[in-house]
């Protein structure tokens, strides 16, 4: 199975700052014949289900803020919340759809400084 | 509005059975692949299960395999998840779990979810 492992498990970033949360596969998540890479990134917030934010490593969900950014490719992929709002408290989570099992990072917890 | 609402959840012994259901609306339910995907009490994401959208192909996560059975009914659009021989580990919010058009396994809509609690 895929090992999604994220850095930092815990994040105090102050409003209006950058926030960088980081996930590493343990293989390729690009898959060559289409040079995509298979990973999402989703936020949770308490008592709700998660929500899915960028697919495709890049590619931003319809309506989600473009504060919200992914990048990476390969085993090492990035998210980015280039100014940090109130509501973006929450804990996020990476993903590997490139093989079943599908397999999620253990998440990072984002709070306000 | 897309939606899924799943039921069935409880409180069960270990070794017990319970069957979860999944009610979808708003989209073509026959034409997507559908997941079943659990969040235990330590907040961990876990993949169970998927089947295709005629429900002729079907995968499970190992820890699963052999006790639990994904089904559709696509008359009903209601997906479900026959759960047996329960063990304490299965002590989750179960979630189902919608694809992104045309990209499986990346999940847009989910379920509020349906929680499991195994315990005597």
Redesign the interface.
């Known amino acids: 199975d895929f090992v999604m492992t994220q850095s930092p498990e815990y994040l105090a970033v102050s409003l209006g700052e950058r926030a960088t949360i980081n996930c590493k596969s343990s293989q390729t998540l690009l898959y060559s014949s289409n040079n995509k890479n298979?990973l999402?990134w989703?936020q949770q917030k308490p008592g709700q289900?998660?929500?899915?934010l960028i697919?495709?490593a890049s590619t931003r969900?319809s309506g989600v803020p473009d504060r919200f950014s992914g990048s990476g490719s390969g085993i090492d992929f990035t998210l980015t919340i280039s100014s940090l709002q109130a509501e973006d408290v929450a804990?996020y989570?990476c993903?590997q759809?490139?093989s079943?099992?599908?397999?999620?990072g253990?998440?990072t917890k984002l709070e306000i400084k | 509005e897309v939606q899924l609402v799943e039921s069935g959840g409880g409180l069960v012994q270990p070794g017990g059975s319970l069957r979860l259901s999944c009610s979808a609306s708003g989209f073509t339910f026959s034409t997507y692949t559908m997941h079943w995907v659990r969040q235990t009490p330590g907040k961990r994401l876990e993949y169970v299960s998927v089947i295709s959208g005629d429900g002729g192909s079907t995968f499970y996560a190992d820890s699963v395999k052999g006790r639990f059975t994904i089904s559709r009914d696509n008359s009903k659009n209601t997906l479900y998840l026959q759960m047996s021989s329960l063990r304490a580990e299965d002590t989750a919010v179960y979630y189902c779990v919608k694809d992104v058009i045309m990209i499986v396994g990346a999940f847009d809509i989910w379920g509020q979810g349906t929680l499991v609690t195994v315990s005597s």
């Open positions: 298979y999402a989703y289900p998660p929500k899915l697919y495709w969900e804990v989570y993903q759809y490139y079943t099992p599908y397999t999620f253990q998440g």
